[in-house]
């Protein structure tokens, strides 16, 4: 089978989670530096002396800054990174479940799970209590390359948290799902195939 993440994928995770932090902490601490050295410097100026506007000024502008740099950074990318690599973190030590579907389509609709965009994958399954198709939808992380999954291949894969983990395509066009035109929609109709024993079914 095929894996989507790697042992590389999490290092590189944890290394960017702290590589952001470092910067985020190395930033502040020049902030601070800086704060304080011109505060030292104000405090040693006479009373109402014009020379103070200067520190006042700059500490200031400094404030801003960092606010303006800060904020968008952890909030943004900082927390991005971090929810990322906990993500990892939860698939791989999390219980993992395997399925066997006929895929039918990316969902291109903007979805997040857990906080990390996703595609959706949607799987066709013959549901054998009801006697009809179902749809079933997996996640795909929106770092990843699609996978080669094209309408109608019947696909082995594991999910963790719904997320796919590994896939392995176990044949290609192994259904062929009907097109329905605009003035069907709403019908109700019948795929070709019944996935459980691989007859064709007569359409009525």
């Keep these: 089978m095929v894996s989507v993440y790697s042992d590389t994928d999490y290092l590189s995770a944890y290394k960017q989670k702290n590589r952001i932090f470092l910067v985020f902490w190395i930033v502040t601490a020049v902030y601070l530096i800086f704060s304080v050295a ?3 410097y104000y405090m040693g100026l006479p009373y109402n002396d014009p020379a103070q506007t200067l520190p006042k000024a700059l500490v200031y502008v400094a404030s801003g800054l960092y606010i303006i740099f800060a904020f968008p950074y952890l909030a943004i ?5 971090r929810r990322y690599f906990k ?6 030590e999390g219980m993992k479940q ?3 579907n006929y895929f039918y389509s990316f969902e291109k609709k903007s979805l997040q799970k ?3 965009d996703v595609w959706g994958c949607v799987f066709e399954t013959w549901s054998k209590k009801k006697s009809e198709w179902m749809d079933r939808e ?6 990843k390359p699609l996978p080669p999954f094209e309408s109608g291949d019947y696909v082995k894969y594991i999910v963790q948290s719904n997320f796919v983990l590994q896939y392995e395509i176990l044949e290609k066009h192994a259904l062929e799902f ?3 035109d605009e003035e069907d929609e709403g019908e109700d ?3 070709d195939y019944v996935p459980e024993d691989g007859e064709t079914v007569a359409e009525e």
């Design 178 to 180: 009907e097109v329905i």
């Design 138 to 143: 997996a996640y795909w992380d929106n770092e």
């Design 189 to 191: 109709y019948e795929e």
């Design 38 to 40: 011109w505060w030292i």
């Design 98 to 100: 395997e399925e066997k």
């Design 114 to 116: 857990d906080n990390i």
């Design 77 to 81: 990318k900082g927390s991005r990174s």
């Design 87 to 92: 993500m990892l973190t939860y698939l791989s």
